[in-house]
Antibody
């Protein structure tokens, strides 16, 4: 059974940093591209970042470029999101998501999400 | 700015058919990129409902169907059931973003 379990969320002050982790199991993690997708309270889904299976290709939404860093450790079946210079507008549930097909970016599995709250 | 526009809400009685539109532009749907649909039940993570415009993952009832034409796509739900009450999002790839773009979302209410 495919499982994606996020951790690392919490309350952080504006300008602060946080590192999210996603533990993957039930599939060959090293064969799949992965995404981070976020959802602000009461709002829609927003793509944050993508990383290819071997980390060769990395992309970011303009809203987080220069502040967030996506990475993965295939030996540990883990995906990460380092978030720096956090702003109030970064407050959201962050989902780790497996890309079903890297050619069309469809996502077939999602984690349960971890809440990040940026507030003083 | 790239956007996939969906109606904020649609509603229907049990057993009825409802459709949700997803309107894009030349940098996403109109460029030929596939459209996918997700269902998000209250308080849960999204679930893949349709991929590649019209394909259903295993386990998704055939009451759900998708189509695409030009710069738009649609999700149809036939035989509406109470358990279909959820938020629905379309998604495509956007060349301006160099990444996936989600629709604005549609809340389906079963009357």
């Amino acid at each position: 059974e495919v499982q994606l379990v996020e951790s690392g969320g919490g309350l952080v002050k504006p300008g602060g940093s946080l590192r999210l982790s996603c533990a993957a199991s039930g599939f060959t993690f090293s064969s799949y591209s992965m995404n981070w997708v976020r959802q602000a309270p009461g709002k829609g889904l927003e793509w944050v970042s993508s990383i290819s299976s071997s980390s060769s290709y990395i992309y970011y939404a303009d809203s987080v470029k220069g502040r967030f860093t996506i990475s993965r450790d295939n030996a540990k079946n883990s995906l990460y999101l380092q978030m720096n210079s956090l702003r109030a507008e970064d407050t959201a549930v962050y989902y780790c998501a497996r890309v079903r097909d890297p050619d069309d970016y469809s996502v077939d599995y999602w984690g349960q999400g971890t809440l990040v709250t940026v507030s003083s | 700015q790239s956007v996939l526009t969906q109606p904020p809400s649609v509603s229907g009685a049990p057993g009825q058919r409802v459709t949700i539109s997803c309107t894009g532009s030349s940098s996403n749907i109109g460029a030929g990129y596939d459209v996918h649909w997700y269902q998000q039940l209250p308080g849960t993570a999204p679930k893949l409902l349709i991929y590649g415009n019209s394909n259903r993952p295993s386990g998704v009832p055939d009451r759900f169907s998708g189509s695409k034409s030009g710069t738009s796509a649609s999700l149809a739900i036939t035989g509406l059931q109470a358990e279909d009450e959820a938020d629905y999002y379309c998604q495509s790839y956007d060349s301006s973003l160099s990444g996936p773009l989600f629709g604005t979302g549609t809340k389906v209410t079963v009357l």
